[in-house]
């Protein structure tokens, strides 16, 4: 069994802000670019599967070649291996082909072991779609578990795992291969160590283009409009008054004409 | 042609949100001189199929079988493709939940159309669908249309009003369960509801938020916010800072990494307004700020504030809404 874990570099959460029109059109995005959030859950669990079931792990990205650090960041918590899919192979291709890409990286992670686990983050901070995994489980043609809070166990090829939805929370069965999707419940990230720091940085991380992985065209949203949605400057009103309460009082009475109550 | 939309049903009972897709997807149809088609998959439907009648779908598409009591991608995903080719759909939508997001994700990847995940608006230019929603995490909002013979899309929960049932006129048809059980590779072996009375915090029409501002007596603070919520029959949120202090669970976080929200109120208690926070709350119609630092960045955002301790305001607004409320 080989564990595989898909991670997105994305723009720091503090500079989206700044995100321009431009910027999102092109994609040359001039923020500093880390590991997803979202995807730090997934690589820690793909190590601590690793871990307990004695299997590799390897961290899958597909960006532009040179950009590595989701990878290293990865590497330095302790992935096994990285693997970077030179963003190139689905041209101006969206989630399809994004999806059908990775799921073509994983077959070649495969190596001797076979990858049985394919381990996604809930959603980029940029793309904001949680479609990625589900594409890559249907190109796969795997089963797929979302919002995974906890895998109890692996045993005799089926993974037991716990999920949450909005009404309640499931423990689930289902045999290998699988794709999951962790929500941020499931662990604790780990900081990488000093010395997975060094390890990675010394790592070469092979890249997969077009002569390794084809995909074919698919255009089927064309984006357009974009804009800045700029937030409705309100002048805030505030209560003053010589007591909380009649603070308070002022307050409750402005909502109550607002009708929202 | 018809607008198909999937009638999200939880342990039986209809996700509501999906009720102001489908009358989102009438007038769309409308528009599109198409028909509206509801979709619903459970142990027992009839009672739903009727409503999403009297909510104004042109025809049901329903199944009903043992084997469908229990939401499992592979068996749901089977019939929402079944529907789409008896319905001939143009488009198949969903309510933006977590499962509403993977179903509608599943058939738009199988069909090779494309998606508008987390959509927020939909409507019609030019006899074509267009889909809103927003990238990089609300910073950046773009408009699609779609390519694919099929658009689909999931659906940002209360991004339409309410409708009234109007009455019906329409058809239910049947769809056949096409896997048996010995067939679906995912088995649920346990089930545990979400608590009772608990207000879900996406469809929630306000919201009393808590946040760092709690920290001289963490569970005295949540109390007090937690008597407001439930004076206000509110749902209860907090920032991250107040969830990584242990003060309340992660599932009430709002925020980037925490859950969207866009209710019509949302009061935060004791929170700064940090960008992370903004990126899940931004979008509420009327946000109120209770802080004690005039300074703090939530009040750009606010539209009224009260600038004090909230161990004070916190409980006087709660007697101030019980007096007007009672
Ligand atoms: C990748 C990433 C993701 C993140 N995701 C999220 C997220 O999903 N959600 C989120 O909320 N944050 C998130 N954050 C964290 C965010 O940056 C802030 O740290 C956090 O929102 C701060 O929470 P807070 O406002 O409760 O605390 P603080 O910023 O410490 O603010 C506390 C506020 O309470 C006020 N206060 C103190 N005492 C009182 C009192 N007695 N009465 C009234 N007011 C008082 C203070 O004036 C202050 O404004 C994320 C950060 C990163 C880097
Ligand atoms: N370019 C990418 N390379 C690797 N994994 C990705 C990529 N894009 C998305 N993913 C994975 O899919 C998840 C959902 O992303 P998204 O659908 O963009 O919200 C992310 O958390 C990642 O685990």
């Not at chain 2, 619903?40 to 329903?62: F, K, N, P, Q, S």
């Not at chain 2, 925020?255 to 209710?263: E, I």
């Not at chain 2, 119609?285 to 960045?297: G, L, M, S």
């Amino acid at each position: 069994m080989k564990v595989a874990v898909l991670i997105k570099q994305t723009p720091d959460t503090a500079e989206l802000p700044k995100i321009t029109v431009d910027e999102a059109r092109s994609g040359e995005v001039g923020a500093t670019m880390v590991l997803n959030p979202w995807d730090e859950f997934a690589v820690e669990e793909a190590i601590d599967l690793a871990d307990r079931f004695s299997c590799e792990s390897a961290a899958i990205s597909l960006g532009r070649v040179g950009e590595t650090d989701a990878l290293k960041h990865a590497l330095a918590m302790g992935v096994d291996s990285g693997l970077l899919v030179d963003e190139q192979v689905i041209g101006d291709g969206g989630e399809w082909e994004t999806a059908e890409a990775l799921a073509e990286a994983v077959k070649i992670a495969d190596g001797e072991e076979g990858v049985s686990l394919v381990l996604a983050g809930k959603m980029s901070v940029d793309g904001n779609s949680g479609v990625i995994y589900a594409g890559v489980a249907c190109k796969l043609g795997w089963d797929l578990l979302v919002n995974v809070t906890r895998i109890v166990d692996i045993v005799d090829g089926k993974l037991i795992a716990e999920q949450v939805f909005e009404g309640g929370q499931e423990t689930v069965e289902t045999p290998l291969p699988v794709v999951v999707s962790v929500a941020k419940e499931i662990n604790e990230p780990r900081y990488p160590s000093f010395m997975g720091i060094r390890k990675a940085s010394r790592a070469q991380i092979p890249v997969l283009g077009e002569d390794e992985l084809q995909v074919g065209p698919s255009s089927t949203v064309r984006w357009e409009g974009m804009s800045k949605p700029e937030p409705e400057r309100v002048e805030v009103r505030i209560f003053e008054g010589s007591t909380v309460e009649e603070k308070a009082e002022q307050l409750a009475d402005a909502l109550l004409a607002e009708k929202v109550i | 042609m018809s607008i198909l939309v999937w009638i999200e049903l939880n342990d039986g009972r209809v996700v509501t949100n999906c009720w102001e897709l489908l009358a989102k997807a009438k007038e769309l149809a409308f528009e599109l001189e198409t028909t509206s088609a509801a979709l619903l998959i459970g142990d027992e439907v009839d009672e739903a199929a009727r409503m999403a009648l009297t909510y104004g779908a042109d025809t049901v598409y329903a199944a009903a079988d043992a084997t469908l009591s229990r939401f499992r991608l592979q068996p749901y995903a089977a019939l929402a493709e079944q529907a789409v080719e008896r319905a001939g759909a143009r488009a198949f939508l969903t309510n933006g939940s977590i499962r509403g997001g993977t179903l509608a994700a599943t058939v738009a990847c199988r069909q090779k159309a494309g998606i508008a995940a987390n959509a927020s608006d939909l409507r019609v230019e030019e006899g074509e669908l267009v889909a809103v929603r927003t990238i990089y995490s609300g910073n950046i909002r773009a408009e699609l249309r779609f390519e694919s013979r099929l658009a689909v899309a999931s659906v940002r929960p209360r991004s339409f009003p309410m409708p009234e049932p109007v009455g019906s006129s329409g058809a239910i048809e049947m769809l056949d369960a096409v896997l048996d059980e010995d067939e679906i590779r995912e088995k649920v072996t346990d089930f545990r509801a979400a608590e009772v009375g608990e207000i879900g915090l996406t469809d929630a029409h306000i919201i009393v938020s808590g946040g760092r501002g709690v920290a001289a007596d963490p569970p005295k603070g949540f109390e007090l916010v937690g008597e407001l919520a439930e004076t206000l029959g509110a749902a209860l949120g907090a920032s991250r800072a107040a969830v990584d202090a242990g003060y309340i669970p992660y599932k009430h976080q709002v925020g980037q990494t925490g859950k969207t929200v866009g209710p019509d109120l949302y009061i935060a208690c004791g929170i700064s307004g940090a960008i992370q926070h903004l990126a899940g709350m931004g979008n509420s119609k009327i946000i109120v700020a209770i802080n004690k630092d005039r300074d703090a960045p939530i009040f750009e955002r606010a539209k009224y504030g009260i600038v004090d301790d909230l161990f004070e305001a916190v409980p006087a607004l709660t007697a101030a809404f019980r007096k007007r409320l009672a």
